[in-house]
């Protein structure tokens, strides 16, 4: 769980925290989940072999009693924050990370909503590394809708002002709902929040493993769609302004798929279009029959920061006109 460090006292320390931490496994809602990654949670809560969180505030617990008991009191049936997406039995949300003020249909703040999010996110990724200070951030939350509620499914957040043009900050889809297309509904999501807003996008690096795989996954994916398209020369730029992706994202996935070359008489690189691989991934995307998002159903207004408000974020002074 831990890098290997050179320096004996770090890697006794490490050793000693990985010793104390107990958790093995957690409970969300119906499912029960390995901990993957060792979570920043208080030491009592950390002696216990399994966590138990409420899938709808994220409070945690030690017992099966208490999550039993705090179940039936539990007044959130939804995540704190405005619903701006909803598609069949998928819903998702906006909640502002600075936002903290409890209400009679929402008595829990956002700001501990959010911290708690991040610590069950640190249990299935090993890079993440932001707890407490989510006031900078926005969190977009997946749900599966029913009669009893909004199930939790996965997240992605972002900043609300990010000079590198960053689309996601963080990501995670549960265990107990990846392999359903989930993640990639989620990154699709993100561009799509990017293309109303009318700019290019890219992850937040570095990427965990299985992040990279999916992202490169879907840069695939839509870049091979818009391929399809195509009927005459197209450029890195046009595609970019289309699909929302970044020049250099474009060109590395050209570049692994082999579709890109340096011409050697002019010295230009052009796009290599192979139309069969093109079909042969449409037919094995078309046979995993993933769940699409449909950008109509979308109600959602880019988040705006005031001058005071950005110059907090970024560290700089406002000046005043007289």
Same mark, same amino acid.
């Given at each position: 769980?831990?890098?290997?460090?050179?320096?004996?006292?770090?890697?006794?320390?490490?050793?000693?925290?990985?010793?104390?931490?107990?958790?093995?496994?957690?409970?969300?809602?119906?499912?029960?989940?390995?901990?993957?990654?060792?979570?920043?949670?208080?030491?009592?809560?950390?002696?216990?072999?399994?966590?138990?969180?409420?899938? $709808?505030? &994220?409070?945690? %617990?030690?017992?099966?009693?208490?999550? #039993?008991? @705090?179940?039936?009191?539990?007044?959130? !049936?939804?995540?704190?924050?405005?619903?701006?997406?909803?598609?069949?039995?998928?819903?998702?949300?906006?909640?502002?990370?600075?936002?903290?003020?409890?209400?009679?249909?929402?008595?829990?703040?956002?700001?501990?909503?959010?911290?708690?999010?991040?610590?069950?996110?640190?249990?299935?990724?090993?890079?993440?590394?932001?707890?407490?200070?989510?006031?900078? $951030?926005? &969190?977009?939350? %997946?749900?599966?809708?029913?009669?009893? #509620?909004? @199930?939790?499914?996965?997240?992605?957040? !972002?900043?609300?002002?990010?000079?590198?043009?960053?689309?996601?900050?963080?990501?995670?889809?549960?265990?107990?709902?990846?392999?359903?297309?989930?993640?990639?509904?989620?990154?699709?999501?993100?561009?799509?929040?990017?293309?109303?807003?009318?700019?290019?996008?890219?992850?937040?690096?570095?990427?965990?493993?299985?992040?990279?795989?999916?992202?490169?996954?879907?840069?695939?994916?839509?870049?091979?769609?818009?391929?399809?398209?195509?009927?005459?020369?197209?450029?890195?730029?046009?595609?970019?302004?289309?699909?929302?992706?970044?020049?250099?994202?474009?060109?590395?996935?050209?570049?692994?798929?082999?579709?890109?070359?340096?011409?050697?008489?002019?010295?230009?690189?052009?796009?290599?279009?192979?139309?069969?691989?093109?079909?042969?991934?449409?037919?094995?995307?078309?046979?995993?029959?993933?769940?699409?998002?449909?950008?109509?159903?979308?109600?959602?207004?880019?988040?705006?920061?005031?001058?005071?408000?950005?110059?907090?974020?970024?560290?700089?002074?406002?000046?005043?006109?007289?």
């Amino acid at each position: 769980m831990f890098q290997p460090d050179t320096d004996s006292t770090n890697r006794t320390s490490a050793l000693s925290a990985t010793e104390l931490f107990k958790i093995k496994d957690v409970r969300i809602g119906d499912y029960t989940m390995k901990a993957w990654f060792v979570a920043p949670y208080p030491e009592e809560y950390t002696q216990q072999p399994q966590l138990y969180i409420c899938e $709808f505030c &994220f409070k945690y %617990m030690a017992s099966d009693y208490i999550a #039993g008991r @705090h179940k039936l009191k539990c007044a959130m !049936k939804h995540p704190p924050g405005d619903e701006i997406y909803r598609e069949g039995a998928i819903s998702i949300f906006e909640v502002d990370g600075r936002k903290n003020k409890a209400t009679d249909d929402v008595p829990y703040h956002n700001q501990m909503y959010c911290q708690n999010l991040c610590l069950i996110a640190k249990m299935f990724l090993d890079h993440k590394t932001l707890y407490y200070d989510v006031e900078p $951030f926005l &969190f977009y939350i %997946m749900t599966e809708v029913d009669e009893d #509620g909004c @199930h939790f499914v996965g997240y992605f957040s !972002k900043e609300k002002c990010s000079a590198m043009n960053y689309n996601v900050s963080c990501i995670l889809t549960l265990p107990c709902y990846q392999r359903k297309g989930y993640g990639q509904y989620l990154i699709d999501f993100s561009y799509l929040l990017t293309k109303r807003e009318g700019k290019t996008g890219t992850p937040e690096r570095p990427l965990s493993d299985l992040g990279l795989l999916s992202y490169r996954s879907y840069w695939r994916s839509v870049l091979f769609r818009e391929l399809r398209k195509v009927d005459e020369a197209t450029s890195v730029e046009e595609l970019s302004a289309r699909t929302s992706l970044t020049p250099d994202d474009i060109i590395a996935c050209l570049q692994l798929n082999d579709m890109l070359f340096k011409d050697k008489i002019t010295g230009r690189y052009q796009i290599d279009i192979h139309d069969q691989t093109l079909e042969e991934h449409a037919k094995k995307m078309a046979q995993k029959n993933y769940i699409q998002i449909v950008p109509e159903k979308l109600t959602w207004t880019p988040f705006v920061l005031s001058k005071e408000r950005l110059a907090s974020i970024t560290g700089e002074a406002t000046h005043q006109v007289k």
